[in-house]
């Protein structure tokens, strides 16, 4: 049925398949999973308690942005669900066309720009689905308006604001379409955003007895040592890891009409440069850090070479847009292969063996 409605969606402009394909799924019409992987299940201990992942396979930031069907997703078999990015204020994003299906690259590129209704609405959507999550995990990814004064100061808000309405944050410093975003990643911005985030957390810990984690999303385009310069504050202010990768600006490989189009580009031709980002990110790090890893995942077999390489969980988001919701599914039974055929009883054993 995913295959015909698939083929639907795809007649549709891009951006009016997404927009359709939110309302389904809040209308309780997306696919049910009842597939259990327990060899994929991931604990994250954190000071102050263990976030547990009933499976290592989510569903990346973008997809949800106002948070209005984690649960769906959650349902359709991924172990968590990133939602956001939001910023303070609602914001438009750039102007449309802003997303385009590059089909023979199995690729996007978009350049959204962070459109989305604000942290008020993203929180009373959260409040709602909150207690109705039951084993699945809901990150909750925040940035920062194209227009604010203090770009660091967006942060803080939104950390504030949601804080107790979800799982674990995720500070999105790394999407290539809001102007100096990016910048964000330089080494002393970098300690002083994170030396602010740090200490809002340690207020907020104080004053409601609960901690989360907090983990910091960078691009694919960084040298290996703009790396170690993010792994470096990240371990300093004590984050609790890393989402290795947000899209690229590279455009290195792809044949469609779309290649030229500005904006971050996702999908399959961004596995191996992600992955690498990722391999050093783990070396950097000396596995004190949780790494994440995202960027071109579409099989089993690519989400078990971001767990070799130092992941511990694995995103994506592309992929689904040529191969539907049902791809979670997929993807676990396929993994679940794979480690057993190469003797590892969990996921976790496999965490950065083939480094
Ligand atoms: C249309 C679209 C919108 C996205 N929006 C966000 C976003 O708001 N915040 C964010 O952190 N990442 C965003 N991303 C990046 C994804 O979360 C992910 O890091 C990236 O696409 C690589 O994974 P993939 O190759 O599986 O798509 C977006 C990606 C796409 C394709």
């Known amino acids: 049925m995913y295959k015909f409605a698939s083929r639907a969606l795809h007649v549709l402009q891009p951006e009016d398949a997404h927009v359709l394909t939110i309302r389904l799924l809040k209308a309780g ?26 499976n290592c396979i989510g569903l990346a ?10 649960l ?14 939001v910023t303070p204020l609602a914001q438009a994003g750039n102007p449309k066309p802003r997303l385009f299906r590059l089909t023979e690259d199995q690729a996007v590129i978009n350049r959204m720009g962070f459109n989305n209704e604000g942290l008020d609405v993203f929180a009373e959507h959260m409040e709602r689905h909150l207690p109705k999550r039951g084993k699945g995990v809901i990150g909750l990814n925040i940035g920062a308006n194209k227009d604010a004064t203090d770009r660091m100061a967006d942060y803080v808000t939104g950390l504030k604001r949601l804080w107790g309405l979800g ?66 504050p990240t371990l300093k202010h004590g984050l609790d890891g890393l989402i290795v990768s947000n899209t690229t600006l590279s455009r290195d490989g792809l044949t469609s009409r779309f290649r030229d189009e500005a904006g971050g580009m996702s999908g399959a031709p961004l596995f191996e440069l992600s992955t690498t980002a990722l391999r050093i990110a783990r070396e950097a790090s000396g596995g004190k850090l949780t790494l994440i890893g995202a960027g071109g995942v579409d099989s089993g077999a690519r989400a078990y070479a971001k767990i070799r390489a130092g992941a511990s969980l694995v995103q994506l988001y592309s992929a689904m847009v040529y191969h539907g919701p049902g791809l979670a599914d997929a993807i676990r039974r396929d993994l679940v292969v794979r480690l057993k055929a190469d003797g590892f009883r969990s996921v976790t054993e496999a965490v950065g063996t083939g480094l």
């Open 29 to 54: 019409l997306g696919p049910v999973s009842s597939l259990d992987t327990p060899e994929l299940a991931v604990s994250v201990p954190f000071d102050g308690g263990t976030l547990r992942f009933r």
């Open 61 to 70: 930031a973008g997809f949800d942005k106002n948070a209005d069907a984690p």
């Open 72 to 85: 769906a997703m959650l349902k359709a078999g991924f172990g968590f669900v990133e939602c956001g990015t």
């Open 167 to 232: 799982d674990y944050f995720t500070v999105n410093i790394s999407s290539p379409n809001t102007p100096g975003l990016r910048a964000l990643q330089g080494k002393s911005y970098l300690d002083d955003l994170l030396g602010q985030i740090a200490e809002t957390r340690a207020a907020l810990k104080a004053a409601t007895g609960r901690n989360m984690p907090v983990f910091l999303k960078i691009a694919p385009d960084l040298t290996p040592a703009e790396i170690a310069d993010t792994v470096e």
